[in-house]
């Protein structure tokens, strides 16, 4: 796909990832909407990116909420063709910990945002691609899930993040062979140690140490080079049905 030719939706498009992604795909004049449940940042965003941008608060659990805001932004811009999940948290916890074992309820969190959520997201877009005409190769879209280096390596406190994000790789290929027949491609991202609003609250010194676990390049991540990658999922009809690791090399530790 032609990346002027990108009608996309983003989750968590209003910060971090997300936000690189939506930057990317209005730079090159395509036509992006942000969702995320962040509506101040969000409406910053729009504001800043222009009438190619929007912004609509969701919450990504809520499959009503989903599905209304993603035929809204099929309505706004005339079309869907690029749906990109970045939306999902990060919360650590023990299986069995010093206030003693974890919450079922904390699990289910976790699950219910990363991977459901996800889910529900893949679903009302594909969904609404299938409806949309294909181009001149047959293609009527592309997903973009994010995992992350936890769903093969996951530390210690990262049980609940990395089964969400396990869940997510296990999901590629077989929504990807599903969604082929449509002219729909799947692809999933598990990046490494990303410079995230998360990361970027944490002190100077512990961002340097963290970029230097990285084998090369040995820093944190720019939002930038995830977006570059998804653009080159966009424009490369041959990246279907995978997950790419993009994490300089790294492997994490267990703690």
């Known amino acids: ?35 995320d449940v962040n509506d ?3 409406l910053e965003a729009a504001r800043r990116l ?4 929007a912004f609509q608060k969701v919450d990504v659990t809520s499959e009503s909420a989903v599905d209304a805001a993603v035929q809204s932004a099929v309505t706004n811009m005339g079309g869907l063709n690029f749906a990109v999940n970045c939306a999902g948290v990060g919360w ?22 990363n991977l459901v959520g996800t889910l529900l997201v893949c679903k009302a877009a594909a969904a609404a ?28 406190g990262q049980v609940a993040y990395a089964a969400s994000k396990g869940g997510i790789v296990g999901m590629t290929l077989p929504m990807a062979r599903e ?24 002190p100077k010194e512990a961002q340097e140490s963290l970029g230097k676990q990285v084998p090369f390049p040995p820093r944190l991540g720019h939002p930038s080079e995830f977006a570059s990658l998804v653009r080159q999922i966009a424009e490369n009809p041959m990246l279907n049905g995978e997950t790419i690791r993009l994490d300089g090399s790294i492997r994490m530790a267990p703690r």
């Open 92 to 113: 650590p916890k023990r299986l069995v910990g010093k206030d003693g074992p974890m919450p079922g309820e904390f699990f289910r969190k976790v699950i219910e945002i």
């Open 179 to 202: 969604l082929a027949a449509f002219g729909i491609r799947v692809v999933t991202v598990a990046p490494g140690l990303f410079l995230t609003p998360m990361m970027a609250s944490l």
């Open 40 to 42: 101040a940042a969000g």
């Open 50 to 53: 222009g009438e190619r941008s």
């Open 129 to 156: 691609m299938q409806k949309g005409a294909p181009n001149a190769a047959g293609e009527r879209g592309a997903i973009v899930m994010t995992a992350s280096v936890a769903a093969f390596d996951g530390q210690i």
């Open 1 to 35: 796909m032609l990346m002027q030719d990108i009608r996309a939706i983003v989750t968590g498009g209003a910060s971090g990832l997300g936000l690189a992604v939506v930057e990317d795909v209005i730079a090159a004049g395509g036509r992006a909407t942000m969702l």
